[in-house]
Protein backbone atom coordinates (compact mmCIF):
# COMPACT_ATOMS: atom_id res chain seq x y z
CA UNK A 1 0.00 0.00 0.00
CA UNK A 2 1.01 3.68 -0.73
CA UNK A 3 1.71 5.57 2.30
CA UNK A 4 -0.71 8.35 2.82
CA UNK A 5 0.35 11.59 3.21
CA UNK A 6 -2.42 12.71 4.97
CA UNK A 7 -2.98 10.36 7.76
CA UNK A 8 -0.29 9.60 10.82
CA UNK A 9 0.49 6.30 12.96
CA UNK A 10 0.40 7.79 16.84
CA UNK A 11 1.75 5.28 19.17
CA UNK A 12 1.20 5.54 22.33
CA UNK A 13 3.48 5.27 25.61
CA UNK A 14 5.21 2.42 24.44
CA UNK A 15 7.79 2.60 27.34
CA UNK A 16 9.27 -0.40 29.84
CA UNK A 17 7.11 0.56 32.80
CA UNK A 18 4.33 -0.36 30.91
CA UNK A 19 6.08 -3.47 29.57
CA UNK A 20 5.85 -6.73 31.76
CA UNK A 21 8.09 -6.19 34.76
CA UNK A 22 7.72 -2.41 34.65
CA UNK A 23 6.18 -0.31 37.32
CA UNK A 24 2.63 -0.35 36.04
CA UNK A 25 2.80 -3.17 33.63
CA UNK A 26 0.11 -3.71 31.25
CA UNK A 27 -0.46 -7.68 30.02
CA UNK A 28 1.52 -8.42 27.09
CA UNK A 29 1.99 -4.90 26.61
CA UNK A 30 5.62 -5.83 24.93
CA UNK A 31 3.74 -7.81 22.41
CA UNK A 32 2.47 -4.82 20.64
CA UNK A 33 6.09 -3.45 19.44
CA UNK A 34 6.89 -5.80 16.76
CA UNK A 35 3.34 -5.49 15.15
CA UNK A 36 3.75 -1.69 15.39
CA UNK A 37 6.92 -1.49 13.64
CA UNK A 38 5.20 -3.52 11.03
CA UNK A 39 2.53 -0.94 10.71
CA UNK A 40 4.55 2.23 10.98
CA UNK A 41 6.13 0.86 8.00
CA UNK A 42 2.63 1.24 6.26
CA UNK A 43 2.49 4.89 7.02
CA UNK A 44 4.25 8.11 5.69
CA UNK A 45 4.08 10.23 9.41
CA UNK A 46 4.33 8.89 12.35
CA UNK A 47 3.79 10.19 16.13
CA UNK A 48 5.14 8.19 19.32
CA UNK A 49 3.99 9.60 23.00
CA UNK A 50 6.16 8.79 25.78
CA UNK A 51 4.59 9.65 29.79
CA UNK A 52 7.05 11.81 30.94
CA UNK A 53 6.31 12.38 34.62
CA UNK A 54 8.46 14.47 37.36
CA UNK A 55 9.06 12.52 40.87
CA UNK A 56 6.59 13.41 43.48
CA UNK A 57 4.23 13.65 40.50
CA UNK A 58 -0.11 14.21 42.34
CA UNK A 59 -0.87 10.82 40.08
CA UNK A 60 1.23 8.52 42.19
CA UNK A 61 -0.43 7.11 45.26
CA UNK A 62 3.28 7.80 47.06
CA UNK A 63 2.62 11.31 47.37
CA UNK A 64 -0.77 10.96 49.02
CA UNK A 65 0.00 9.62 53.13
CA UNK A 66 -2.32 6.21 53.55
CA UNK A 67 -3.20 5.52 49.83
CA UNK A 68 -2.15 2.80 48.04
CA UNK A 69 -2.08 2.17 44.18
CA UNK A 70 -5.75 1.75 42.46
CA UNK A 71 -6.96 3.88 44.54
CA UNK A 72 -8.58 7.38 43.73
CA UNK A 73 -9.13 10.76 45.29
CA UNK A 74 -10.64 13.84 44.12
CA UNK A 75 -7.84 16.69 42.75
CA UNK A 76 -8.70 20.28 41.54
CA UNK A 77 -9.81 19.03 38.45
CA UNK A 78 -11.78 15.94 39.00
CA UNK A 79 -11.22 12.13 40.27
CA UNK A 80 -7.77 11.07 40.06
CA UNK A 81 -6.68 6.75 40.21
CA UNK A 82 -3.31 6.83 42.02
CA UNK A 83 -0.67 4.96 40.28
CA UNK A 84 2.35 3.59 41.31
CA UNK A 85 5.74 5.96 40.24
CA UNK A 86 6.00 5.29 36.90
CA UNK A 87 7.73 6.73 33.51
CA UNK A 88 9.80 9.27 35.80
CA UNK A 89 12.10 11.65 33.67
CA UNK A 90 15.08 10.28 32.51
CA UNK A 91 14.43 6.84 34.21
CA UNK A 92 14.66 3.65 32.50
CA UNK A 93 11.48 2.98 33.11
CA UNK A 94 10.14 5.79 30.98
CA UNK A 95 12.30 4.81 28.16
CA UNK A 96 11.24 4.26 24.58
CA UNK A 97 11.34 0.09 24.38
CA UNK A 98 14.77 -0.63 22.58
CA UNK A 99 12.77 -3.03 20.12
CA UNK A 100 10.61 -0.10 18.92
CA UNK A 101 12.28 0.57 15.21
CA UNK A 102 10.34 3.89 13.66
CA UNK A 103 13.11 5.91 12.56
CA UNK A 104 11.09 7.98 10.50
CA UNK A 105 8.78 8.98 13.50
CA UNK A 106 8.96 12.83 13.21
CA UNK A 107 7.23 13.58 16.61
CA UNK A 108 7.83 12.28 20.14
CA UNK A 109 5.18 14.39 22.22
CA UNK A 110 5.85 14.17 26.10
CA UNK A 111 2.96 13.80 28.82
CA UNK A 112 2.01 13.88 32.12
CA UNK A 113 5.31 16.57 33.05
CA UNK A 114 3.39 19.18 34.66
CA UNK A 115 3.59 18.28 38.57
CA UNK A 116 -0.08 18.30 39.97
CA UNK A 117 -1.94 17.00 36.69
CA UNK A 118 -1.72 13.98 35.41
CA UNK A 119 -2.25 13.60 31.66
CA UNK A 120 -3.33 10.05 29.48
CA UNK A 121 -4.14 11.81 26.45
CA UNK A 122 -1.68 13.06 23.80
CA UNK A 123 -4.00 16.03 23.05
CA UNK A 124 -5.19 17.54 26.20
CA UNK A 125 -4.41 17.23 30.05
CA UNK A 126 -6.77 15.68 32.79
CA UNK A 127 -8.00 19.24 33.79
CA UNK A 128 -9.04 19.07 30.68
CA UNK A 129 -7.89 22.36 29.60
CA UNK A 130 -4.17 22.28 29.45
CA UNK A 131 -3.14 21.59 25.67
CA UNK A 132 0.14 19.77 24.10
CA UNK A 133 -0.18 21.46 21.12
CA UNK A 134 -0.27 18.18 19.11
CA UNK A 135 -3.76 19.01 17.43
CA UNK A 136 -2.31 21.99 16.50
CA UNK A 137 1.04 19.60 14.69
CA UNK A 138 -1.11 17.70 12.78
CA UNK A 139 -3.10 19.97 11.60
CA UNK A 140 -0.73 22.41 10.08
CA UNK A 141 1.22 18.91 8.91
CA UNK A 142 -2.32 18.03 6.40
CA UNK A 143 -3.02 15.34 8.43
CA UNK A 144 -6.81 14.10 8.24
CA UNK A 145 -6.72 10.83 9.90
CA UNK A 146 -4.87 9.37 12.84
CA UNK A 147 -4.93 5.74 13.78
CA UNK A 148 -3.70 5.11 17.77
CA UNK A 149 -2.08 2.01 18.92
CA UNK A 150 -0.04 1.40 22.01
CA UNK A 151 -0.44 1.45 25.98
CA UNK A 152 -3.16 1.04 27.30
CA UNK A 153 -6.00 0.98 25.41
CA UNK A 154 -8.55 1.97 28.27
CA UNK A 155 -6.35 5.35 29.41
CA UNK A 156 -3.92 6.69 27.16
CA UNK A 157 -5.43 5.02 23.75
CA UNK A 158 -8.58 6.28 24.50
CA UNK A 159 -8.71 9.32 25.72
CA UNK A 160 -6.33 10.46 23.07
CA UNK A 161 -8.64 8.90 20.33
CA UNK A 162 -11.71 10.66 22.09
CA UNK A 163 -9.85 14.05 22.20
CA UNK A 164 -8.55 13.36 18.37
CA UNK A 165 -12.69 13.55 17.81
CA UNK A 166 -13.32 16.47 19.13
CA UNK A 167 -10.80 18.22 17.46
CA UNK A 168 -12.22 17.19 13.95
CA UNK A 169 -9.83 14.52 13.35
CA UNK A 170 -10.84 11.05 11.54
CA UNK A 171 -10.15 8.68 14.35
CA UNK A 172 -9.17 4.96 14.35
CA UNK A 173 -8.04 2.32 16.22
CA UNK A 174 -5.81 -0.71 15.62
CA UNK A 175 -7.68 -3.19 18.18
CA UNK A 176 -4.48 -5.80 18.37
CA UNK A 177 -2.08 -3.32 18.47
CA UNK A 178 -3.16 -2.07 21.72
CA UNK A 179 -3.37 -3.77 25.33
CA UNK A 180 -5.08 -2.99 28.33
CA UNK A 181 -4.78 -2.33 32.12
CA UNK A 182 -9.01 -2.95 32.76
CA UNK A 183 -9.42 -1.79 35.91
CA UNK A 184 -13.00 -2.02 37.48
CA UNK A 185 -14.22 -2.42 33.95
CA UNK A 186 -12.61 -0.01 32.14
CA UNK A 187 -11.90 -1.98 28.87
CA UNK A 188 -15.43 -2.30 27.80
CA UNK A 189 -16.04 1.81 29.23
CA UNK A 190 -13.92 2.71 27.16
CA UNK A 191 -14.62 0.67 23.84
CA UNK A 192 -18.59 2.05 24.39
CA UNK A 193 -17.44 5.40 25.14
CA UNK A 194 -14.96 5.39 21.56
CA UNK A 195 -17.73 3.56 19.74
CA UNK A 196 -20.30 6.28 20.45
CA UNK A 197 -18.15 9.15 19.31
CA UNK A 198 -17.54 7.68 15.97
CA UNK A 199 -13.94 5.85 16.20
CA UNK A 200 -12.99 3.13 13.95
CA UNK A 201 -12.24 -0.19 15.37
CA UNK A 202 -9.82 -1.96 13.00
CA UNK A 203 -7.06 -4.94 13.21
CA UNK A 204 -3.72 -4.31 12.10
CA UNK A 205 -4.40 -6.19 8.68
CA UNK A 206 -7.43 -4.26 7.83
CA UNK A 207 -6.06 -0.81 8.26
CA UNK A 208 -6.63 1.10 5.32
CA UNK A 209 -3.57 3.41 5.52
Do not use: L, V, W
Given at each position: MKPDPNSALVAVDLQYDF????ALAVPDGDAVVPLVNRLARRFANVVLTQDWHPPHHASFASSHPGKKPFDTIRLAYGEQVLWPDHCVQGTSGAALHEDLD???AQLVIRKGYHPGV???SAFREADRATQTGLAGYLRERGIERLYFCGLATDFCVAWSALDAVRA???VHVIDDACRAIDLRGSLAQAWNEMAAAGVA????DKVPA
Open positions: MPGGIPHDSYGFARHAA
